[in-house]
Structure formats: structure tokens, C-alpha cells
């Protein structure tokens, strides 16, 4: 190859040669209009993906659906009582959920109950004194849906419905949920 | 696909083990290098770290200073062991701002530092195809028909972190060759850039998470295309304007 470099016609054949191939792989592999203009993307547990809808009972009676939260920004954190960062993130949820709930925020505590007794969420909430909703979910069908590999695992869907950021772990710093929610409350519907 | 790993409480970021791994092999190959191009190798090594600790610094404080707010209120969240607030881009320019800085303190000599760290360069780019395959980033286009297509998120794709790996792995072969002998001009961290730059045009045509430009263009291969190009132009400019590197006072050089 050194003697391609020190014969400057040789070089400059071969750049070019190789920028012009490069540049006709680029024009035909350009992304179709679907790409761009198409609908919502697929369901799936990862940015940039739709967040998968569920419906699921809450504690203290009634029914919660993700999808009916469409045109707001929701927090979607899975936690049981027996994993310590999840409840060490708790009072931040809930301070960031009092903050900004007016703005738009709406936050779905998922609790695995299949691993976790309804009589200890309960107490752990009046405990806590948390406001938001505690979807139960008491068969793992959505920790199932949303590949949960470690507690707690937080989702934050944008006002479309799509998840815009993933937190696996915790406990979340008040800091970090506040400049998710807020980056996703600043966008337009 | 492999995200994470469960170790008693303690759950690892594969990708994240997979990039330090790259780091430390990467620093090390270069640490190697560093006498061939008649630095010391400490120096190198301090280039590599000082450019780290400075990227990561000034990532988080980027991110911070986006939501100036929510770290006023909570200062030592600057301190928490999350990605999540991480600013890359900022912290990638402030990185090599630090490493440039702390390079010029030390008088390093720009091309031969670059050479060394060359085979660094290469052997990252390797792990950080693994990292993606680990977490899943970085995931490939559609695809119903392809025979070694692999389901993930949702739909079957082209495995495009495997075709990733193996295209650095590619780079790797073809630098290990050294076909412009010995280093120290800056061509073979020159010729590093221009082949994976080269590589990732080639790749991200399979790409399913690509950020379109107008009319369908690719972003990462019209940067790629310019890297490429720019490469292998600075490549003739560097092999007609050669200056032998100056020893370093004190550098001893084997043979």
C-alpha cells in the first residue's frame, strides 16, 4: 500500500474510487418514505419503540389502561415491596408526580403482586403515603410484555406513546426523573 | 442478547463490561504501541485516562447544565453511577478537548501519538459491536426472508451488531498487517479511521435505528462518507510532509 501512497495520481484514483462507491451505496440504500412517514412504531420494551399497552386493576378498585393515558407523559415504573431500591425511589416519584402532575404527568406504579402480597403494597403505600396509581399486576403478563430483567425498572412514554428513555435499576436520583419528565412534558403534543 | 447480569444484589450492564473491557484492551495495545513511536508509555496511557475521567465529567455536567434545575435542587445527583444522565456527544468533544490539552502539557507529538494509539482504535471498535450485540442497541432493519435473520424487538432482522463486529474484526485484520510500515507518520491511525468509516457507511444500509435526513438519507453515511473521505485525503498529506518524531528526553528505545 506504500507505494500507492507515495504515487499521488494512484492515491487520489483510489479515494475518489472509493468515495464514489460509497456514495452510490448511500443514494440506493436511503431509507424509504415509509421509514419516515409511517405510523406509530411496533410494540416493544426499548426506546423509540411503542410503549405495550396493558389494563390492570388498581389497588384500592377500579381499572388503569396505558393507552388511556395517551396525550400525557407517563411514568411506567415496575417495583415490588421486597426490593429495596424500589422503595427507596418511591418519595421521589411521588414528589416529581405532585410537581408536575398538572403539567401533564401521569406515573403507573406497576407492582409484580405474583411476587409480592397485596397486604404488604398496602401497607408500604399508606406508609409512604403515595398518590399515584398501583396497577397490580398479579399474573407477571405485562412485567412479561416489558422483559423485565431487575427491579425497578422505569419506562418513560412520551405524550405518543412511545418510550422515550429506560432506567434499569435503581434507586433514581430525583434529579434523573425530573430531567426525563421534564425534557418529554416540553414537547408539544 | 444479553443486557444483564444478575451477581447476588448486583445487576451488571453487559454492554457496559464489554466497553470497559474494549477500553482496557484498547489502552493496553496502545501502552504496546507507544515505544515504536518513541513515546513513553505512560504518557499514552495517562492520554487515554485523563481523556476518559474528562468525557465522563463532562457528560454528566453537560446533562446537568440541561436541566440546570433539577441538579440545583439535588447537587449530589452530579454524583450518581447512572448512563442515563450522560450528555455523549458533549462528553466526547470535551474528552478529546482534555486528552488534546493534556497531550500539548506534555509535548506529545500529534502524529506519532495518534499512531499509537491506533491498534487501540481498532480492537475498541470490536467491543463495541459486542456491546450492541449485548444490549440489543444498534439493531438491524426488517427483514422476512433473510435466512440468518434473528428476531428482536419485535420483528425479525438483519443482525447488524454481528455484521458490525465482524467488519471491525475486518479493520483489525487489515491493520495488523501495517501496510504502510513502520507507524509514527499518523497513517495507520489515519488508515484505522478511513476503514471504519467506510465500514459503517457499508452497515448502516442494513441499520433499523438510522437517523434519516432529507430525502431518505442516511445521517451516519454521509458522516461516514466525509470521515472517509477526509481520511484518505489527510493520508497523501501526511505521507509528503513527514518529519521524523523527535525521542522524548529521558525515552529509551529498545533495539
Known amino acids: ?189 | 442478547m444479553l443486557p444483564y447480569l444478575r451477581l447476588g444484589p448486583f445487576l451488571l450492564q453487559t454492554s457496559g463490561l464489554a466497553l470497559l473491557l474494549g477500553v482496557w484492551l484498547g489502552s493496553w495495545l496502545a501502552e504496546k504501541e507507544a515505544p515504536r513511536v518513541e513515546i513513553m508509555p505512560e504518557r499514552v496511557y495517562n492520554l487515554v485516562f485523563f481523556g476518559l475521567i474528562g468525557g465522563l465529567v463532562g457528560a454528566r455536567l453537560a446533562y446537568a447544565a440541561r436541566f440546570l434545575s433539577a441538579y440545583l435542587e439535588n447537587p449530589l445527583s452530579l454524583f450518581a453511577l447512572n448512563p442515563n444522565t450522560l450528555a455523549p456527544y458533549p462528553g466526547l468533544l470535551i474528552g478529546l478537548l482534555v486528552a488534546f490539552v493534556y497531550g500539548q502539557r506534555k509535548g506529545l507529538r500529534l502524529r506519532p501519538a495518534l499512531d499509537a494509539l491506533a491498534p487501540g482504535l481498532a480492537v475498541f471498535m470490536v467491543f463495541l459491536g459486542l456491546a450492541h450485540l449485548l444490549s440489543g442497541d444498534a439493531f438491524g432493519a426488517p427483514s422476512s426472508t433473510l435466512p440468518w435473520r434473528i428476531y428482536l424487538w419485535s420483528e425479525y432482522r438483519h443482525p447488524s451488531q454481528v455484521y458490525e463486529i465482524l467488519l471491525a474484526l475486518g479493520v483489525l485484520l487489515v491493520f495488523i498487517k501495517r501496510p504502510f510500515g513502520e507507524p509514527g507518520r499518523g497513517l495507520n491511525f489515519l488508515w484505522v479511521v478511513a476503514l471504519s468509516a467506510g465500514a459503517r457507511v457499508f452497515l448502516e444500509a442494513y441499520r433499523g435505528d438510522s437517523l434519516i435526513w432529507a430525502g431518505g438519507f442516511r445521517a451516519a453515511q454521509v458522516i461516514g462518507l466525509l470521515a472517509m473521505f477526509a481520511a484518505l485525503w489527510w493520508m497523501r498529506l501526511w505521507s509528503v510532509r513527514f518529519f521524523p518524531a523527535e525521542r522524548e528526553p529521558g525515552m529509551q528505545v529498545e533495539g
Do not use: H
Not at chain 1, 155 to 165: K, T
Open chain 1, 1 to 189: 500500500m506504500n507505494s500507492w501512497l507515495n504515487d499521488e495520481r494512484r492515491w487520489l484514483a483510489l479515494t475518489f474510487a472509493a468515495l464514489a462507491l460509497g456514495v452510490i451505496w448511500t443514494f440506493t440504500s436511503r431509507a424509504p418514505a415509509a421509514a419516515t412517514s409511517g405510523g406509530a412504531p411496533p410494540p416493544s420494551p426499548r426506546e423509540g419503540f411503542s410503549a405495550p399497552d396493558f389494563t390492570l386493576e388498581l389497588l384500592g378498585g377500579g381499572q388503569a389502561s396505558l393507552s388511556g393515558l395517551r396525550g400525557k407523559v407517563v411514568l411506567v415504573n415496575f417495583w415490588a415491596t421486597w426490593c429495596p431500591p424500589c422503595r427507596a425511589e418511591m418519595p421521589a416519584i411521588e414528589k416529581i408526580y405532585q410537581s408536575f402532575k398538572p403539567l401533564g404527568l401521569e406515573v403507573l406504579a406497576v407492582n409484580l403482586t405474583d411476587q409480592d402480597s397485596e397486604a404488604a403494597v398496602a401497607a408500604f403505600v399508606q406508609e409512604l403515603d403515595l398518590t399515584f396509581p398501583i396497577p397490580l399486576d398479579r399474573d407477571g403478563s405485562v412485567s412479561a410484555r416489558y422483559l423485565l430483567r431487575g427491579l425497578p425498572s422505569t419506562f418513560f412514554v412520551d405524550r405518543q406513546g412511545v418510550i422515550r428513555s429506560v432506567v434499569v435499576g435503581g434507586p433514581m436520583s430525583e434529579a434523573l426523573i425530573q430531567s426525563k419528565v421534564e425534557e418529554l412534558l416540553q414537547e408539544s403534543e
